[in-house]
């Protein structure tokens, strides 16, 4: 295949990313605007929403997109729920405490993930899209599954951005985020919009890898590139700037896809840490957040 | 005098452990006495100074590839590549301390986290020289220091209880010092410390490379004593083992890094006897100890107990 | 004609367009004891924070004992010789008033504790200390440092009038050994114990001079002290 088409090829491929991604951050940064909690265990929410996906499609009977299609209303549901009980449970107990919390998620991490190699086992394994249909464009065949995926992603964005600025559950977090002593002092119940957040945010993640597992496998070990690479979005967007960490979803998902078909994954993912380390360093705004 | 009495006391039991306990047990504690200097560095960083960083696997490593490197590649003699991987340990801490301690609180703890895996992805995209994954062993010949074979039972124990009675007592001297209680005085109240002349940066910068330095020689003792060099130690779980053992045994208590070394050493040994999913005990054990026990096994004993305790 | 030890020329701070510091000139003579009032908001902690360089100067240049140190960082300000107290107590609570001590003297010092009178609580957990006791433990602290210049952000808030008083005679019996720049709202204090008194209004100064003048000033009795019920 010539250049061109080979770069159209990758951009294709960054574009998939660059989505699913976006999903994935933006369940990040919604936590961290509103509860300001670093959840280190959010990778393991996004595995859960993949491992979760294998399950339905395998015992959902009749054709693969009848179980898909539950797969992405139900796991998106069990994960949101799980992490609303983590919420509850821990986070809520430690006052939200910045380095407690950190230290709990990782915790809760290796729960997630250890439980995860009990139940599903530690062989990664595939989920059947929910159609097959190809692309033809003139230099190669493209899935048309992925520009599903892009579509899907897209819309649940716009969803989530009516949701946080047209709705009352979303001026309600909005309110929270900006200022906790007086949203509880306007009668609004904190500790039930922070687990309702924390929800939010593994349900994204859960939606996110839905969509993707019929492209990767579901593996015990996913949630580890999603959470390093959602990371380094929030951060360079950053922290708690919806547009900002879309932007940056697109810049890197973009770039990351693009340096993985031409260089190493590995150098890209390197390159990425230490894009991230650097930025919070010396610009820790990132590129769309407000000076604290 | 209380205090170095209990500490000498400690000592002197593991030397008998060499003799009262079974061969297997006996290895098990030459790890853990290892380990142990791993998390008293990184307790010097955290439970007395502070910092919560996570990425004090990074600085293991460094220890662990410097003298692996250093004896397959060269053919450098044992007791300079040991010498080799802990200064490597304090440089590498160093250098990240000047970038990373520009930041503080949680931004501090994703730099160093992502500095860690940055570290840990070079080993795997330089594996034509560190074999990555893999890893490599380090021949026995290679293991001897003049006519003392290190990688046989006895001088294997006698070194590394060597190790871990040097930094047993360094840092029991270091908490004693004038410099130590700066360190505390910076993680108490960082803001009034500035304010009565002590400069921050240098202060947190010193206490980390020191902290690196105890890494560095416990990566190092790591691959001569027990012979392998691999990626595994450089990634987060590396970061995260020596932050349990010290949460566990006691941040800013000097035995606590030991204590919670040997009780994480022995919990996860039988946890992976019942299930292969035997890390979630690490799981649990963070959970339990952030919620119920942020003080540890010693910090609480001196709590409720005994004051004096260091 | 005595010597000034501290002075400040031309020093603003802005913050987000809001002027907290616009301007102003300043200087301190060596063994003075000189309060600093305004109302609330006018600048006075803004003010002292950029002479200890807790907060960093957006423009004009500072000099203690003829040396300029608008650049230094803090801490080499306090080894210089300024010392500051913190107008919310900032003490080290978990540890004894000794070890407090101790830090700031860099050896042991009881005379510092001695001097406040808290040195029968030398092994006492600093936490576990009255308001009143952990002002003066800061004090102790400020002093230990050995100051050529001590400041003092309302230092006598939250203290209980017995104690008002053995501050005020502590304060005199620094000077002129140690010369003191004192933040204060208890007008009593500041008539009873300042040599000079600068007035500070909208982060400019108002008006400098003795006790007498400044009672006496009509701009300055329009903006702050205004009758008998003064800001407390």
Request: proline share 4%.
């Amino acid at each position: 295949m010539a250049f061109g088409p080979f770069l159209l090829l990758a951009l294709l491929e960054g574009t998939v990313m660059a989505a699913v991604l976006a999903l994935t951050a933006v369940g990040l940064s919604l936590v961290f605007g509103v509860m300001r909690v670093v959840n280190v265990a959010h990778g393991a929410f996004f595995m859960l929403g993949a491992v979760s996906a294998w399950f339905v499609t395998h015992w959902m009977p009749g054709p693969p997109f009848v179980g898909f299609l539950a797969a992405l209303i139900l796991c998106p549901l069990f994960v949101a729920a799980l992490a609303a009980v983590a919420d509850w449970t821990v986070l809520k107990r430690l006052h939200y405490e910045p380095e407690a919390t950190i230290v709990a998620t990782i915790g809760l991490l290796y729960i997630l993930e250890q439980a995860a190699l009990s139940l599903y086992g530690p062989e990664a394994r595939p989920v059947a899209a929910p159609f097959t249909w190809r692309i033809q464009l003139p230099w190669f065949g493209y899935s048309g599954y992925k520009l599903f995926v892009v579509l899907a992603a897209a819309a649940v964005l716009a969803a989530v951005w009516l949701v946080m600025t047209r709705s009352r559950a979303g001026l309600v977090m909005r309110a929270t985020q900006m200022d906790r002593d007086m949203a509880r002092a306007f009668g609004i119940d904190t500790d039930r919009v922070y687990a309702g957040v924390f929800a939010l945010g593994a349900g994204l993640a859960a939606v996110a890898a839905v969509l993707i597992v019929p492209i990767q496998q579901a593996h015990y070990l996913m949630g580890g590139d999603p959470l390093l690479l959602a990371f380094i979005v929030v951060i360079i967007g950053g922290l708690g700037s919806l547009r900002g960490t879309v932007v940056a979803a697109v810049l890197i998902g973009l770039s990351d896809g693009v340096i993985s078909v031409f260089f190493s994954p590995t150098l890209a993912k390197i390159l990425a840490t230490l894009l991230v380390a650097l930025v919070l360093v010396f610009r820790p705004q990132g590129l769309f957040g407000a000076r604290a | 005098m209380k205090a170095l009495g209990l500490h000498l006391a400690v000592l002197a039991a593991l030397l008998a452990a060499f003799w009262l306990l079974p061969p297997y047990h006996v290895t098990n504690m030459a790890r853990i006495m290892v380990l142990a200097v791993f998390a008293i560095g990184y307790n010097i960083a955290f439970g007395q100074t502070g910092l919560l960083s996570l990425g004090h696997a990074l600085f293991f490593a460094a220890g662990m590839y410097a003298t692996g490197l250093l004896i397959e590649q060269t053919g450098l003699a044992t007791a300079p590549a040991l010498l080799a991987g802990l200064a490597a340990g304090a440089a590498v801490a160093a250098a990240v301390g000047v970038l990373a301690l520009r930041t503080g609180g949680v931004s501090f703890m994703i730099v160093t986290l992502m500095f860690a895996q940055a570290g840990y992805l070079t080993i795997l995209y330089f594996g034509g020289v560190t074999r990555g994954d893999e890893g490599f062993t380090i021949a026995r010949a290679a293991r001897a220091i003049g006519p003392i074979d290190l990688s046989a039972d006895m001088p294997r124990y006698m070194a590394a209880f060597a190790l871990f009675t040097a930094g047993l007592l360094g840092h029991l001297a270091l908490t004693r010092s004038r410099f130590g209680r700066v360190m505390v005085a910076m993680r108490e109240n960082e803001e009034r410390s500035r304010m009565l002349g002590y400069n921050p940066f240098t202060v947190k910068l010193a206490a980390l490379t020191i902290s690196g330095l105890y890494a560095g020689a416990a990566g190092a003792a790591y691959a001569l004593l027990f012979g392998y060099v691999g990626a595994s130690f450089a990634a987060i779980q590396y970061s995260i083992l020596p932050l349990l053992y010290v949460l566990l045994g006691g941040a800013g208590t000097v035995l606590g890094p030991f204590v919670g070394a040997l009780l994480m050493f022995y919990l996860i040994e039988v946890a992976s006897g019942l299930t292969t999913a035997y890390l979630m005990v690490v799981g649990f054990a963070l959970l339990a100890l952030v919620l119920f026990a942020p003080k540890g096994v010693m910090g609480t004993l001196r709590d409720k107990a005994l004051p004096w305790l260091p | 004609m005595a010597s000034v030890i501290l002075e400040a020329a031309g020093l603003t701070r802005h913050f987000d367009g809001l002027k907290a510091v616009d301007g102003v000139d300043f200087s301190l003579e060596q063994g003075e004891i000189h309060a600093l009032i305004g109302p609330n908001g006018a600048g006075k902690t803004t003010f002292v924070s950029l002479l200890s360089g807790r907060i960093p100067v957006q423009s004009g240049t500072i000099r203690l004992g003829g040396e300029d140190i608008t650049a230094l960082p803090a801490h080499v300000r306090v080894r210089k010789g300024i010392a500051y107290t913190f107008q919310i107590t900032s003490i080290y609570p978990r540890l004894t008033v000794a070890a407090n001590v101790a830090l700031a003297a860099r050896h042991d010092d009881p005379a510092a504790l001695a001097r406040v009178g808290l040195q029968d609580r030398a092994d006492q957990i600093a936490g576990t200390l009255s308001y009143g006791h952990q002002r003066l433990l800061e004090i102790a602290m400020g002093l230990a440092l050995s100051p050529r210049v001590l400041i003092l952000d309302e230092p006598t808030q939250g203290l209980a009038a017995g104690e008002i008083g053995a501050f005020k005679a502590l304060v005199q019996g620094l000077i002129p050994a140690t010369t003191v720049l004192l933040i204060e709202h208890n007008m009593e204090v500041v008539m009873d114990v300042a040599t000079r008194i600068t007035v500070l209004n909208f982060g400019r100064v108002l008006a400098t001079g003795t006790p007498a003048r400044i009672r006496a000033n009509p701009d300055v009795q329009a903006a702050y002290l205004g009758g008998p019920d003064a800001a407390a």
